[in-house]
């Protein structure tokens, strides 16, 4: 049964401190998307990437997020320094011709 | 960018009614209409989707229908039951990236 993997599904930790989010998305999926969910702003778009190159970047905080495909089957989303505001859901999600499948999400809490 | 808005934010329907969300979109170049069904502590899954060649999809007791003319679409549960109950996403995106907007979500509430 093929699917998104996401980890760690849940992580505390304090402000300032780095938090890495890893993902292993469907093998032969050639786009891979950050997305972050909050009460007050639903699903919003972090980063996507085809075929490993980043296409768009625009909705991450550029000084403290980051995001890489070091290969087909890993996609990482970086924040340092965390911050409480960045208390969300991230979603992984990859994709062929238009159909996303979702992970179950890092639920990130930061005190 | 495209500006997807959802309607009701949420919805309490009886067993064995039907319940209607709808959508509407702001980017005449989008091409692609998914729903997704959110459980809780779980991610959105995809439940159908429509492009912008058809008019009306159906599966099952589900079924989605597109106005490209007016740019709005919308979801169909008929026959509900309470594993229906769960947070409703409507989603639109052009062909060429695929980058989904998402509606606000409608929370549905099934009562038994």
């Known amino acids: 049964d093929a699917r998104v993997t996401q980890t760690p599904r849940h992580k505390v930790t304090e402000m300032g401190q780095e938090v890495t989010m890893r993902c292993q998305p469907i093998l032969g999926h050639n786009t891979v998307f950050w997305y972050r969910q909050t009460m007050m702003q639903g699903l919003e778009l972090l980063a996507y990437?085809?075929?490993?190159?980043?296409?768009?970047d625009s909705g991450m905080p550029k000084d403290r997020f980051s995001a890489e495909m070091p290969d087909a089957t890993l996609a990482t989303l970086k924040i340092q320094p965390s911050e409480p505001r960045d208390s969300a859901v991230y979603f992984c999600?990859?994709?062929?011709?238009?159909?996303?499948?979702f992970g179950e999400g890092s639920r990130l809490t930061v005190l | 960018g495209e500006n997807v808005e959802q309607h009701p934010s949420t919805l309490s329907v009886q067993e064995g009614d039907s319940a209607v969300i709808k959508c509407t979109y702001s980017d005449s170049a989008s091409n692609y209409f998914p729903w997704y069904k959110q459980e809780l502590g779980k991610g959105p899954q995809l439940i159908i989707d429509?492009?912008?060649?058809?008019g009306e999809k159906k599966d099952q007791r589900i079924a989605v229908t597109l106005n490209k003319t007016a740019k709005h679409f919308s979801l169909h549960i008929t026959e509900t039951q309470p594993e229906d109950s769960a947070v409703y996403f409507c989603?639109?995106?052009?062909?060429?990236?695929?980058?989904?907007?998402f509606g606000a979500g409608t929370t549905v509430t099934v009562r038994a």
């Open positions: 990437f085809r075929n490993r190159a980043p296409l768009d």
């Open positions: 989603a639109a995106s052009r062909r060429d990236d695929y980058k989904l907007s």
């Open positions: 429509i492009r912008s060649n058809v």
């Open positions: 999600a990859s994709g062929l011709r238009g159909e996303l499948f």
